[in-house]
Protein backbone atom coordinates (compact mmCIF):
# COMPACT_ATOMS: atom_id res chain seq x y z
CA UNK A 1 0.00 0.00 0.00
CA UNK A 2 1.50 3.58 -0.80
CA UNK A 3 0.37 6.88 0.26
CA UNK A 4 -1.40 8.75 -2.40
CA UNK A 5 0.64 12.45 -2.80
CA UNK A 6 -2.85 14.04 -3.84
CA UNK A 7 -4.31 13.29 -0.35
CA UNK A 8 -3.38 15.36 3.37
CA UNK A 9 -1.59 13.20 5.63
CA UNK A 10 -4.38 12.15 8.68
CA UNK A 11 -3.77 14.24 11.28
CA UNK A 12 -5.65 13.24 15.03
CA UNK A 13 -7.59 15.58 17.16
CA UNK A 14 -7.68 15.99 21.09
CA UNK A 15 -10.63 16.78 22.84
CA UNK A 16 -10.47 18.81 26.33
CA UNK A 17 -12.56 16.62 28.59
CA UNK A 18 -13.38 19.56 30.94
CA UNK A 19 -14.99 21.64 28.14
CA UNK A 20 -15.17 19.58 24.50
CA UNK A 21 -12.56 22.25 22.88
CA UNK A 22 -10.89 20.62 19.99
CA UNK A 23 -7.53 20.35 19.63
CA UNK A 24 -6.94 19.91 15.78
CA UNK A 25 -3.22 18.92 15.13
CA UNK A 26 -4.05 19.82 11.25
CA UNK A 27 -5.58 23.24 12.12
CA UNK A 28 -2.79 24.00 15.02
CA UNK A 29 -3.48 26.71 17.18
CA UNK A 30 -1.19 29.68 15.15
CA UNK A 31 -1.96 32.65 17.61
CA UNK A 32 -0.44 30.54 20.45
CA UNK A 33 2.45 30.07 17.96
CA UNK A 34 1.41 26.79 17.01
CA UNK A 35 1.72 26.04 13.62
CA UNK A 36 -0.74 23.90 11.66
CA UNK A 37 0.33 20.36 10.87
CA UNK A 38 1.93 20.65 14.32
CA UNK A 39 1.28 16.86 16.38
CA UNK A 40 -0.25 16.65 19.81
CA UNK A 41 3.24 15.54 21.13
CA UNK A 42 5.21 18.61 20.20
CA UNK A 43 2.61 21.28 21.72
CA UNK A 44 4.79 22.40 25.10
CA UNK A 45 3.75 20.46 28.15
CA UNK A 46 3.02 23.87 29.74
CA UNK A 47 -0.05 24.55 26.61
CA UNK A 48 -3.61 25.26 28.25
CA UNK A 49 -6.86 24.76 26.76
CA UNK A 50 -7.64 28.34 25.36
CA UNK A 51 -11.29 28.12 25.94
CA UNK A 52 -10.91 26.89 29.89
CA UNK A 53 -7.73 26.77 30.81
CA UNK A 54 -7.41 22.99 31.52
CA UNK A 55 -3.72 21.33 30.63
CA UNK A 56 -2.84 18.79 28.21
CA UNK A 57 -3.31 16.14 30.78
CA UNK A 58 -6.80 16.83 30.45
CA UNK A 59 -7.56 16.22 26.64
CA UNK A 60 -7.92 12.99 25.23
CA UNK A 61 -7.41 11.52 21.32
CA UNK A 62 -10.79 11.64 19.60
Do not use: N
Amino acid sequence: MSLDPTRPHAHAQWQCGSCSFVYDEAEGWPSEGIAPGTPWAQVPQDWRCPDCSSSKDDFMQT
